[in-house]
């Protein structure tokens, strides 16, 4: 094995085992790499999840005959939202 980079590729992963000397990794060579896919971020779960939570919350008003009442607080909601947000700009 030569002191240089020995990359070799298993499905997607890349994977390196240079010799690290003085504790440092030369510049570019990073952790092992699993994929070429972008990560799914917290924030895209985070998003799914509550508009996932919205859209029960609506079937439940629906089956339980209380549309209006959600109606009504979903739009009190979203003005009292839009007012904070011009009032803390």
């Known amino acids: 094995m030569s002191r240089f980079a020995d990359f070799f590729r298993t499905e ?5 085992s240079w010799p690290i000397q003085n504790g440092n990794r030369p510049r570019g060579i990073g952790k092992a790499k699993l994929s070429n896919k972008p990560s799914i971020s917290i924030h895209k779960v985070r998003s799914v999840l509550y508009a996932a939570a919205k859209l029960l919350g609506d079937l439940s ?9 959600r109606g009504e607080r979903r739009l009190v909601g979203k003005l009292l939202g839009r007012m ?6």
């Open 12 to 16: 997607g992963a890349y994977i390196s």
């Open 61 to 69: 008003a629906i089956q339980n005959g209380h549309v209006w009442e």
């Open 84 to 89: 904070l947000g011009k009032l803390f700009r």
